[in-house]
């Protein structure tokens, strides 16, 4: 009896030790938590201090080279190709013979059609004498005359099909690509493509700037163009072109047209730079990092850092520069805004500097 009471007393101690040693563990490891929490609490961000620069307004914007010309055409008649004239990397000039259609039946169409016009410009001629002397009526001389205009129209449109088996460049450049061959056959419904013609003797350079560069551009304004393929090279363009509406990520669309040189070393598609040089001087102004706005710098919002607490400040921004944007109001020099890590954010949050 003894015993068994003696071993029961000896199990309840040994559950009270356990328990008495789980509570002290999870009291030690809630304070651990509560320690680590506490180190967490704060939003890890990066920040910036605004600064009064020397800023200059000239800006660079990159695109790609096109050509002002460019085009594919088509067969205007039916037939067989029977002499190809150009190669692709030929230089052609507008109404250039590229290649030629064998025109038997057309010509032969083109002499009936002259044989029927000479013939009635005789009647005509006959009639016309004959009116003059009381031989005709003039019923009948306004019909031989009809007959005659008539012949003639046919006969100017047979000697443009026969214009047409010999085919001509419509506009100035390089030959790009040749579809035929001697002996291809060529349709005009549907349209055989003949060649591609690109002119690169001028280029135009796409490219898109901002709001606030966009203010100070105008059409006819002169541009220096460079390319990496010739750094030591400066090409002449001007604007020819200024969108009046922004694209979607709210920059405008800019064409400048540049003479290319001599030898055409401007190919389309290569890369190029447009140097825009501003009038304005250098100016002194203060700016923050165009990343501490929240959300866009149309929302005017910044987080400013103000002993480890993140504040909410609403600022007037003015000019945007690449990356940086001009601050007229709301901020001075010194302040510390939040330029990495905004969207944990709220007004008042705590907030831990990271480099």
């Known amino acids: 009896m003894k015993k068994g009471i003696i071993t029961t007393i000896a199990i309840l101690g040994s559950l009270a030790l356990i328990a008495f040693v789980l509570m002290k563990n999870k009291k030690e490891n809630q304070e651990k938590i509560d320690i680590v929490a506490a180190t967490n609490s704060s939003v890890l961000v990066k920040a910036a201090e605004i600064k009064t620069e020397e800023i200059s307004f000239d800006f660079n914007a990159n695109g790609t080279f096109e050509p002002t010309q460019e085009l594919t055409f088509s067969a205007e008649k039916s037939g067989k190709i029977?002499?190809?004239?150009?190669?692709?990397?030929?230089?052609?000039?507008?109404?250039?013979?590229?290649?030629?259609?064998?025109?038997?039946?057309?010509?032969?169409?083109?002499?009936?059609?002259?044989?029927?016009?000479?013939?009635?410009l005789m009647d005509y001629n006959r009639f016309e004498n004959a009116y003059k002397t009381g031989g005709v009526t003039k019923q009948q001389l306004d019909q031989a005359r009809i007959a005659m205009i008539n012949a003639k129209s046919n006969l100017s449109q047979a000697n443009i099909n026969v214009g047409d088996t010999r085919i001509k460049a419509p506009i100035n450049g390089v030959i790009n690509k040749k579809f035929i061959?001697?002996?291809?056959?060529?349709?005009?419904?549907?349209?055989?493509?003949?060649?591609?013609?690109?002119?690169v003797s001028k280029l135009k350079l796409n490219v898109t700037v901002n709001e606030s560069q966009v203010a100070n551009l105008k059409v006819g304004t002169p541009i220096n163009v460079v390319t990496n393929v010739y750094p030591d090279k400066t090409f002449n363009g001007k604007i020819t072109f200024?969108?009046?509406?922004?694209?979607?990520?709210?920059?405008?669309?800019?064409?400048?047209?540049?003479?290319?040189?001599?030898?055409?070393?401007?190919?389309?598609?290569?890369?190029?730079?447009?140097?825009?040089?501003?009038?304005?001087?250098?100016?002194?102004?203060?700016?923050?990092?165009?990343?501490?706005?929240?959300?866009?710098?149309?929302?005017?919002?910044?987080?400013?850092?103000?002993?480890?607490?993140?504040?909410?400040?609403?600022?007037?921004?003015?000019?945007?520069?690449?990356?940086?944007?001009?601050?007229?109001?709301?901020?001075?020099?010194?302040?510390?805004?939040?330029?990495?890590?905004?969207?944990?954010?709220?007004?008042?949050?705590?907030?831990?500097?990271?480099?």
């Open 82 to 120: 029977v002499k190809v004239l150009a190669k692709e990397g030929d230089v052609v000039r507008v109404g250039q013979v590229l290649a030629i259609m064998r025109g038997d039946a057309i010509n032969v169409n083109a002499e009936n059609a002259n044989s029927v016009y000479q013939n009635a």
């Open 181 to 199: 061959e001697v002996g291809s056959m060529i349709s005009s419904m549907p349209a055989t493509a003949l060649y591609e013609i690109v002119n």
């Open 242 to 355: 200024i969108a009046a509406k922004a694209d979607a990520s709210l920059n405008f669309p800019i064409e400048i047209e540049i003479s290319n040189n001599a030898n055409n070393d401007l190919k389309a598609g290569m890369y190029g730079t447009a140097k825009f040089e501003s009038k304005q001087q250098t100016q002194k102004i203060m700016i923050a990092p165009r990343s501490a706005f929240v959300g866009s710098v149309s929302g005017n919002q910044v987080f400013v850092n103000e002993n480890g607490i993140a504040v909410l400040k609403k600022v007037t921004a003015g000019r945007i520069i690449g990356d940086k944007v001009e601050i007229l109001d709301g901020l001075k020099d010194g302040d510390v805004v939040i330029t990495t890590g905004q969207i944990n954010l709220t007004n008042g949050s705590k907030i831990e500097i990271i480099k």
